[in-house]
């Protein structure tokens, strides 16, 4: 019998009843945030070291995938994590000409999205979306956006300032929601970088946090049951290190991955190859 000596390189190994287990880490599809090399280049990494602090293995997806390439690497995850985007939303996929600000699209990370988004509901896989992943799972889901927002609240960098300056706001969380449980509090202290936000949020989204000064939304979650869903405006994955409410939604994404694989497990015996501990 193989032991945990004879596992892949990296991944630990374990037995069960004469059948070989491997333990691994679940498996958290991650496209490329922007068609832009550049800004993916930079915003990538902290996507990435987010999912492995919290306990997942990052996969990343290409935008250059072929449709069947994307669905087959979205089928061997647990689940999903859209990042952020310099781009915006076509907004003629919520019923709407494009505003003045409203940035070009980019037709190649929404396709990504798509697929999976298409393959996590269709499975039931959780979803973390953040900023501009947020907004694709709003429009993707029928709701519609803020092209621009007007608002004494500064939500976004000042045109021309460094990359360094750091907005930041406060966002009231609905009591009861699933977020409040990771806030541990009503009133939280938000990283502030997009210039849109969710109008109308879409099937079986629900708000669960809001700017209070202006009510800009800034979480939604899912209303499904047995199906975890949180899409946030700020960015979690930049504070990671340092901020223990970010730490824990990146945990929880991992922690609800990680009952989705068993859950599939136990329907599909024949899917039990890997083990997730």
């Excluded at 310099?86 to 996929?93: C, T, V």
């Excluded at 907005?167 to 502030?192: D, F, K, M, W």
């Amino acid at each position: 019998m193989q032991n945990a000596e004879d596992a892949p390189p990296g991944v630990g190994g374990g037995q069960r009843l004469g059948v070989i287990i491997y333990r691994m880490k679940p498996r958290i599809a991650i496209p490329v945030p922007n068609s832009d090399p550049e800004y993916s280049t930079r915003a990538l990494p902290d996507y990435v070291r987010s999912i492995n602090g919290a306990g997942g293995e990052p996969v990343v997806i290409a935008l250059n995938l072929t449709n069947a390439e994307a669905v087959q690497l979205a089928k061997s995850c647990d689940g999903i994590l859209l990042p952020g985007s310099p781009a915006d939303i076509d907004p003629q996929k919520y019923g709407e000409t494009p505003h003045a600000r409203t940035a070009a699209p980019d037709a190649a990370r929404d396709n990504i999205d798509e697929l999976l988004l298409q393959d996590a509901h269709n499975m039931r896989k959780p979803i973390l979306s953040i900023c501009y992943g947020t907004q694709s799972l709003n429009v993707w889901r029928g709701g519609a956006l803020i092209q621009h927002i007007e608002s004494a609240v500064q939500h976004s960098r000042t045109p021309g300032a460094p990359r360094s300056e750091v907005i930041e706001h406060a966002a009231q969380v609905e009591p009861g929601s699933g977020l409040a449980a990771l806030t541990g509090e009503e009133r939280i202290t938000v990283n502030s970088s997009h210039h849109q936000a969710l109008a109308t949020p879409g099937d079986a989204l629900r708000v669960v946090a809001r700017s209070p000064a202006d009510q800009i939304i800034e979480a939604v979650e899912g209303t499904v049951a047995g199906h975890w869903v949180l899409g946030v405006q700020w960015h979690p994955e930049r504070t990671f290190e340092k901020n223990e409410v970010s730490r824990r939604i990146f945990e929880k994404l991992i922690a609800e991955a990680r009952a989705f694989h068993r859950r599939l497990a136990q329907r599909s015996p024949d899917f039990e190859n890997v083990r997730i501990d």
